[in-house]
Nanobody
Framework: QVQLVESGGGSVQAGGSLRLSCVHS????????MAWFRQGSGEEREGVAA????????FYADSVRGRFTISRDTARNTLYLQMNSLEPGDTAMYYC??????????????????WGQGTQVTVSS
């Protein structure tokens, strides 16, 4: 049984940093596509960052590129999202997700078979 468990969310002031973690268990191989999504209040869920080919490749949404870094520690079965220079617009519930591949596009949500329960990030101005 696959489980994804996020942690690391919290409340910070604008300009601050947080590091999210997603520990996964079960049948998630190193070549799986793993990604972070977020959903703000009253908004649709959107892709933030994705890692694939065992972490060799990374892709970012325009809104976070240069501020967020996705990484994966396969030995610890953990996906990370380092978030720097946080802005109030980054306030959202952040979700970790895993898919056997990202052939439909890195942020195509229908291909992600497994999802975590989310961790809340709140950025105040």
């Amino acid at each position: 049984q696959v489980q994804l468990v996020e942690s690391g969310g919290g409340s910070v002031q604008a300009g601050g940093s947080l590091r999210l973690s997603c520990v996964h268990s079960g049948d998630i191989r190193e070549d799986y596509c793993m990604a972070w999504f977020r959903q703000g209040s009253g908004e649709e869920r959107e892709g933030v960052a994705a890692s694939y080919r065992g972490g060799v490749f990374a892709f970012y949404a325009d809104s976070v590129r240069g501020r967020f870094t996705i990484s994966r520690d396969t030995a610890r079965n953990t996906l990370y999202l380092q978030m720097n220079s946080l802005e109030p617009g980054d306030t959202a519930m952040y979700y970790c997700a895993a898919a056997p591949s990202c052939t439909a596009g890195v942020f195509s949500q229908g291909q992600f078979r497994y999802w975590g329960q989310g961790t809340q990030v709140t950025v105040s101005s």
